[in-house]
């Protein structure tokens, strides 16, 4: 925040000093056309009163056009010939009076020199900035889905119990996982609110917000359906891969849900500059400060009733005839970037359309959390209720939040088509590209090789094990979204 607060701070510095400082000039070709628009800084130039003047804003209709426009024009000088006359409510009208020509002073190093006896005119078409502007836009954006572990098996109700559901043994088959989900289309909104400092527009403020709508999505596994569901992981202790079995035809009955969501919004507060600007042609130049939030969330969850009795390899009981249980396993991860950013935006025009791009460049640092978290909880048919920590994959040697910071930049590339309705109003058509280097994903920080003394209700004790395992991967990836947008601009 403090950050931001200066960036702010600045920016309105900047802002200031400019409107007390800067003046606009119209740059005139020898055949009288319009040709750009200059800057002079300091004091303004003493100029004699032009003899016919042309206001900034366009001539309503026909007749005044008349008025305004005398038929025979002089040839204007290629130098600047007045600072920016402020746009007025009444035009002003044409004085053809011939007025005595003033002698020009001697020029001077960086100063234009003042030419009496001219004709300034503006071009029609020509309007000021505006001072406050307003834009709004649907998102329709694709992002990058996220990677999940093989997570849920099946295998015929005849294979062996101590491999049944294990990948790679009988007729196991995956359920769920090795595959990417969240991806796909997600719409979004954007809203950008910017303001011009200055009255040549040299300088602006300009900030946004965007987000996409949160994309969830979830897949359930019932023993109706397969008589078979197994949790598939690496054994560390006998050093085989194993499962942990949900549903069996002799033992329990029960189902597995795993629900997947994903958040992305993120915004910006820039200062804007005019770099270059022609009848046709502007080139701005934009730094500021970028802040973007990814959010990941991954749990599974397991419900069984059991059957029959369930024995440890010493015999101990596990679970008796009507117990109900319930286990999760819960991953949530938060990606948050704060960086400073700097780009340029192109426009070319045409008429009334208008054509522009835009590249900008963030580099900061990128703050990542994982939340992890697990428990087991067994009900007996009595209403006795044990309640233990640790699920499967989440258990006492990675469960807590984790953190650490990144290196991380993001880049931005942008194209963008807009019609002026009017002079207030504008809509557009356009795409965006977003890339960010580094981020974590729920999906990638189950760690599948598991220690079973660990986990609650496992049957253990098993051989001990000098890794502690589950632990948490830290895993990072790169995240990208891009799409199309439509919207409108309020000018003010």
């Not at 510095?13 to 750009?36: E, F, P």
């Not at 359920?175 to 303001?195: E, H, I, K, Q, S």
């Not at 428990?375 to 007996?380: D, G, L, V």
């Amino acid at each position: 925040m403090r950050a931001i607060r200066l960036t702010l701070a600045m920016l309105v510095l900047a802002c200031a000093a400019t409107h007390a400082w800067c003046q606009g000039t119209i740059w005139t070709s020898a055949d009288g056309k319009r040709v750009g628009l200059g800057v002079s800084i300091g004091k303004p130039l003493d100029v004699p009163p032009p003899t016919v003047v042309r206001g900034a804003r366009p001539v309503a209709n026909e007749e005044q056009r008349k008025q305004l426009t005398p038929r025979d024009l002089a040839p204007l000088s290629s130098k600047p010939v007045m600072p920016f006359l402020p746009e007025v409510d009444e035009l002003a009208q044409p004085a053809l009076a011939t007025q005595p020509a003033v002698p020009a002073a001697p020029e001077k190093a960086c100063q234009p020199t003042p030419i009496a006896d001219q004709i300034i005119i503006l071009d029609e078409g020509y309007a000021r900035d505006p001072s406050l502007y307003v834009r709004g836009e649907v998102l329709l954006w694709w992002a990058r889905g996220m990677r999940l572990h093989p997570l849920v098996t099946t295998d015929s109700p005849n294979s062996p119990q101590n491999t049944r559901a294990v990948p790679g043994f009988n007729s196991t088959r995956l359920l769920l996982g090795d595959n990417t989900v969240l991806g796909g289309m997600r719409p979004g909104a954007r809203v950008t609110v910017g303001w011009v400092c200055d009255p040549c527009g040299l300088y602006g403020i300009e900030a946004n917000f965007f987000f996409l709508t949160s994309k969830r999505d979830s897949a359930s596994f019932d023993s109706a359906q397969f008589p078979v569901i197994g949790r598939p992981f690496f054994l560390l202790n006998l050093g085989i891969p194993a499962a942990e079995l949900t549903s069996t035809p002799e033992a329990n009955r029960g189902n597995l849900q795993v629900n997947v969501s994903t958040n992305l919004h993120g915004a910006e507060l820039n200062g804007r500059a005019l770099l270059w600007n022609e009848c046709d042609f502007r080139l701005t130049g934009i730094a500021g400060f970028r802040y973007l939030s990814l959010q990941d969330r991954l749990r599974i969850e397991e419900r069984a009733t059991y059957i029959a009795n369930v024995f440890a390899p010493n015999h101990n009981l596990i679970f008796a005839v009507g117990d109900r249980a319930f286990l999760f396993d819960e991953f949530q991860t938060r990606n948050r970037f704060f960086g400073g950013q700097i780009g340029a935006e192109a426009e070319w025009r045409r008429g009334r359309w208008n054509l522009e791009a835009r590249a900008k460049l963030a580099i900061g640092c990128t703050h990542q959390s994982v939340d992890i978290n697990g428990s087991q909880q067994i009900t007996s048919p009595n209403g006795n209720v044990r309640n233990f920590t640790g699920g499967l994959y989440a258990v006492d040697s990675n469960i807590g939040h984790h953190t650490q910071t990144r290196f991380g930049f993001v880049p931005e590339v942008g194209l963008k088509a807009a019609y002026d309705i009017n002079d207030n109003i504008r809509v557009f058509v356009g795409y965006d590209f977003l890339y960010w280097s580094s981020v974590l994903r729920a999906g990638d920080q189950i760690d599948p090789v598991i220690d079973a003394n660990r986990v609650p209700n496992s049957g253990g004790p098993f051989t001990a094990v000098n890794q502690v395992r589950p632990r948490v991967p830290f895993t990072t990836t790169s995240f990208w979204a891009h799409g199309v947008s439509a919207g409108f601009e309020l000018r003010y």
